[in-house]
């Protein structure tokens, strides 16, 4: 067949015209011709819905299996087109229904963008898997709840046993549905058994996607599943500071009876209290920390290139105009520390001050904030509206400085001043957000920590990374100070914003005096970073202390890694001797014990 014949046979194809196709095949035209692109002809005729002709060149012995350039099959296009007549002929003559386009995609997946429902079960009776993942790590499920096909989502979830399986960002259906703001879904998949604390690269957990769509529903199910309200992602915000930052009141205070912790910052330092302040207005400077408007704010959002809005006038009219005024007043009621500072020193009042916000400013002095606050630049409130040309926040920040300076203080009130300046400095931080007690635990000064205690400084304070003072004194091998910490009532089982404990730090290092202190004190022998145990981690870095150590406390020898690997082969492998001959012998004793003879 010359070119211009097959042009015209490939017209007659998407033309629909079955009898001149039967006549041609008859005639003996190739049923496996291509066109451009490669195209072979059962896929044209696919693509251009002629179901007649489908039928008739898969029963002419053409390969039902062969694909574009793209990689596209008759049945990947038939799938995505929902031509049931054309899926069942096709898998009649044994389609394989997961072979996959360039992209990644089979033909379950396409169907499922397309909300083919019908087509989905056709593929899933013939043994299409839901277990498949394209380039960008979706399988068939999420791509059915990205694209809002609330029935094929359903026909998918009842037949999937992949629920909580990742796209290469870490996203989970349940991420996807609460992202769109589906609580329909949101349900269909908690009931299935989908994980609600599942974390994406970014650390969101559905939770926090759902506050920031202003879904009170989507909220009350994931909470009500068993959702961790405290969890904060790798920038340190949490849902609460999120919700906050949408001047969400109602999520705000569900939140905050379900156990959401106000005094928790963000890796800027920011608390929600500041977030709420800064009513909703940006902040991402920083950059070495996202801002929670880049990652939480009402812009589109992208999943294979396709645009999906995140925000809308319906749901805005749902979830309420946002109330940041009732936001700061149920933060401050519950114990949201009104003087907290961020990374360059600003409070709520200086952060409300510097974006013009009168009506917050007022709730905050009113809330006990300091007004005569300074930031890193040295710059007081009253200071910030004067250089703004703000008559109404100074107006209001005079009216406050006069008030309390016509009124001589008490002698209580003298001394409880004296203490809040003494409790200020203590929790004044550097730019990485360390305490005077966190910059004491790192230079080993037992004197000062045991001083900044009897003093009352908060033990289990964090710095801007997540690490308290136990953490850094373990990391650092001050054994002393973290027997000072522990008794002092400091968390030995806390994590930093990377997932690190104080024993998974110490053990790093190879501080084997600190890891024994931390085991003795009931930290978690069974934490995990990055799917690596604390047994693992203490034979990579070829710390027989620490090893024998765990082992005594009750740590597994025989666990496998990844790989599939004990101890004792991980040791092996990594050429870590002295522990692999300590965990040999493990192994011989444990052969040669009688049985029900412990060591």
């Known amino acids: 067949m010359d070119s211009s014949?097959?042009?015209?046979?490939?017209?007659?194809?998407?033309?629909?015209?079955?009898?001149?196709?039967?006549?041609?095949?008859?005639?003996?035209?190739?049923?496996?011709?291509?066109?451009?692109?490669?195209?072979?002809?059962?896929?044209?005729?696919?693509?251009?819905?002629?179901?007649?002709?489908?039928?008739?060149?898969?029963?002419?012995?053409?390969?039902?299996?062969?694909?574009?350039?793209?990689?596209?099959?008759?049945?990947i296009a038939a799938a995505s087109k929902g031509l049931m007549r054309s899926l069942a002929v096709l898998l009649f003559f044994e389609a394989k229904p997961d072979l996959q386009d360039k992209e990644g995609r089979t033909a379950l997946m396409c169907a499922a963008r397309a909300g083919e429902r019908e087509a989905i079960l056709t593929l899933l009776s013939y043994g299409a898997s839901g277990a498949i993942?394209?380039?960008?790590?979706?399988?068939?499920?999420?791509?059915?709840?990205?694209?809002?096909?609330?029935?094929s989502t359903r026909s998918l979830i009842a037949a999937s046993k992949h629920l909580n399986d990742l796209d290469r960002e870490?996203?989970?259906?349940?991420?996807?549905?609460?992202?769109?703001?589906?609580?329909?879904?949101?349900?269909?998949?908690?009931?299935?058994g989908a994980d609600p604390n599942i974390r994406n690269v970014s650390g969101c957990t559905p939770l926090m996607l759902g506050v920031a769509k202003r879904k009170r529903k989507i909220v009350e199910l994931l909470t009500g599943s068993g959702a961790d309200v405290n969890f904060a992602d790798t920038d340190g915000h949490t849902a609460l500071m999120i919700a906050a930052f949408k001047g969400d009141k109602a999520v705000v205070e569900d939140l905050i009876r379900l156990g959401a912790d106000p005094k928790i910052r963000d890796g800027k330092g920011m608390t929600a209290l500041i977030h709420a302040s800064s009513k909703g207005l940006r902040d991402d400077s920083t950059a070495t920390v996202r801002g929670i408007g880049e990652k939480y704010g009402d812009e589109k959002f992208?999943?294979?290139?396709?645009?999906?809005?995140?925000?809308?006038?319906?749901?805005?009219?749902?979830?309420?105009?946002?109330?940041?005024?009732?936001?700061?007043?149920?933060?401050?009621?519950?114990?949201?520390?009104?003087?907290?500072?961020?990374?360059?020193?600003?409070?709520?009042?200086?952060?409300?001050?510097?974006?013009?916000?009168?009506?917050?400013?007022?709730?905050?002095?009113?809330?006990?904030?300091?007004?005569?606050?300074?930031?890193?630049?040295?710059?007081?409130?009253?200071?910030?509206?004067?250089?703004?040309?703000?008559?109404?926040?100074?107006?209001?920040?005079?009216?406050?400085?006069r008030l309390r300076s016509a009124v001589p203080p008490t002698a209580e009130q003298n001394a409880a001043a004296a203490e809040k300046k003494l409790a200020g400095a203590m929790k004044s931080r550097d730019e990485g957000g360390k305490t005077p007690l966190i910059q004491a635990c790192a230079t080993g000064d037992l004197a000062i920590v045991k001083l900044l205690l009897e003093q009352g400084s908060e033990v289990n304070e964090k710095d801007f990374q997540g690490s308290t003072g136990l953490m850094i004194a373990a990391s650092s091998g001050h054994v002393e100070i973290v027997r000072l910490l522990i008794q002092g009532g400091a968390n030995v089982n806390y994590k930093?914003?990377?997932?690190?404990?104080?024993?998974?730090?110490?053990?790093?290092?190879?501080?084997?005096?600190?890891?024994?202190?931390?085991?003795?004190?009931?930290?978690?022998?069974?934490?995990?970073?990055?799917?690596?145990?604390?047994?693992?981690?203490?034979?990579?870095?070829?710390?027989?202390?620490?090893?024998?150590?765990?082992?005594?406390?009750?740590?597994?020898?025989?666990?496998?890694?990844?790989?599939?690997?004990?101890?004792?082969?991980?040791?092996?492998?990594?050429?870590?001797?002295?522990?692999?001959?300590?965990?040999?012998?493990?192994?011989?004793?444990?052969?040669?014990?009688?049985?029900?003879?412990?060591?």
């Not at 992202?179 to 949101?186: A, L, N, P, Q, Y």
């Open 302 to 401: 992208l999943v294979q290139g396709a645009s999906h809005e995140t925000q809308n006038s319906e749901e805005t009219r749902i979830a309420g105009t946002p109330d940041y005024k009732e936001v700061v007043k149920t933060l401050v009621k519950n114990g949201s520390p009104v003087d907290s500072r961020d990374s360059i020193g600003q409070t709520a009042l200086i952060r409300a001050t510097q974006n013009g916000h009168t009506d917050l400013i007022e709730i905050l002095i009113e809330g006990g904030a300091d007004a005569n606050a300074v930031d890193h630049a040295n710059n007081t409130a009253i200071a910030i509206a004067r250089t703004r040309n703000d008559s109404s926040a100074v107006a209001c920040l005079e009216k406050h400085l």
């Open 496 to 599: 930093t914003l990377q997932n690190f404990t104080a024993l998974l730090l110490a053990i790093a290092r190879k501080k084997s005096e600190a890891v024994k202190v931390l085991i003795e004190a009931g930290a978690n022998i069974n934490a995990r970073i990055k799917g690596m145990s604390c047994l693992m981690l203490a034979v990579s870095v070829g710390d027989l202390e620490s090893v024998s150590a765990l082992i005594k406390a009750g740590a597994d020898p025989n666990e496998t890694n990844h790989r599939g690997q004990t101890a004792a082969a991980f040791a092996a492998a990594q050429g870590k001797k002295e522990v692999a001959d300590y965990l040999g012998e493990l192994q011989k004793e444990k052969k040669q014990r009688p049985k029900g003879v412990r060591r």
């Open 170 to 192: 870490g996203n989970s259906a349940l991420h996807f549905a609460a992202k769109k703001g589906d609580s329909v879904i949101v349900e269909v998949l908690l009931e299935a």
């Open 5 to 75: 014949e097959q042009v015209n046979l490939f017209e007659i194809v998407r033309r629909g015209d079955s009898a001149k196709t039967a006549e041609l095949l008859f005639r003996g035209t190739d049923p496996c011709a291509r066109g451009a692109r490669n195209e072979p002809l059962l896929v044209a005729a696919t693509r251009a819905g002629s179901e007649d002709i489908v039928e008739l060149l898969a029963g002419s012995g053409c390969d039902v299996n062969d694909g574009d350039e793209s990689g596209t099959t008759a049945l």
């Open 133 to 151: 993942h394209d380039q960008n790590g979706m399988t068939a499920l999420h791509h059915s709840v990205v694209e809002g096909h609330r029935n």
